[in-house]
């Protein structure tokens, strides 16, 4: 079974201070796919960054970057210079491939307000 | 913007009342899926379409009836709801069982349920 782990339930912080949201997965298979979604007021479950568990390799983007280490089994995603327009939940997921279909399974999500 | 279109974006119904739920996704994908998501919660998943056969069910009432009338389209169609059923209702598509960069599940941006 695949577990997810988002500790944080909800974080305050300042524009332009730098935020980095924490996440602990759980798996037995050696194949596996991690993602974070940010999710607005409005719904709408945005897609932002996917690692595979075969790359380990780390990667900035803009404001994001993601801290991807298998040998703790985290995928931390951090915000810099953090914006109004961040404020959102913020989900990791899991998904391994079963013959069925892909099943995703998110950790409980991350609250962040980001505050003028 | 989203190419996984959701209608409506609000419903309103009462407990004797039949309606759907309708999406449309616009990728080319072969996998569509529902996830419900409570207040507060992270999303929950209901049903998975791969090529437009049902291929997950995870144990859900009867009073949801999911269809798949095409690779592009999935209707989730609703009868004697009960309040508890209120909630975020999300379409998502992907690639089915594909590694690499296939398998990212996108999602629309839900309709809201109300049911009184």
């Known amino acids: 079974a695949q577990k997810v782990t988002q500790a944080q339930t909800e974080i305050s912080v300042v524009e332009k201070e730098d935020v980095t949201l924490d996440c602990v997965y759980e798996?037995?298979?050696?194949?596996?796919?991690l993602f974070w979604y940010k999710q607005p007021p409005s719904g709408e479950l945005v897609f932002l960054i996917r690692?595979?568990?075969?790359?380990?390799q780390n990667e900035i983007s803009g404001r994001y970057s993601w801290n991807f280490q298998k040998s703790t089994s985290s995928f931390n995603f951090t915000i810099t210079a953090s914006q109004v327009v961040d404020s959102a939940v913020y989900f990791c997921?899991?998904?391994?491939?079963?013959?069925?279909?892909?099943?995703?399974?998110f950790g409980t999500g991350t609250q962040l307000k980001v505050e003028l | 913007d989203t190419e996984v279109t959701q209608t409506p974006k609000h419903l309103v119904m009462g407990m004797t009342n039949k309606k759907s739920l309708k999406c449309e996704q616009h990728?080319?994908?072969?996998?569509m899926y529902w996830y419900k998501q409570k207040a507060k919660k992270p999303p929950e998943l209901m049903f998975v379409?791969?090529?437009?056969?049902?291929?997950i069910n995870e144990s859900v009432p009867s009073r949801f009836s999911p269809e798949c009338p095409n690779s592009s389209l999935l209707n989730l169609h609703l009868h004697a709801l009960q309040p508890e059923d209120s909630a975020l209702y999300l379409c998502?598509?992907?690639?089915?069982?594909?590694?690499?960069?296939?398998?990212?599940?996108?999602f629309g941006e839900g309709s809201w349920l109300t049911v009184v």
């Open positions: 990728m080319g994908h072969r996998a």
């Open positions: 379409y791969s090529y437009e056969k049902l291929s």
């Open positions: 690692r595979n568990s075969f790359d380990e």
């Open positions: 997921a899991l998904l391994v491939l079963t013959g069925g279909g892909n099943k995703l399974t």
């Open positions: 998502a598509s992907s690639q089915p069982n594909q590694d690499r960069a296939g398998n990212t599940i996108y």
């Open positions: 798996t037995r298979d050696t194949t596996y796919y």
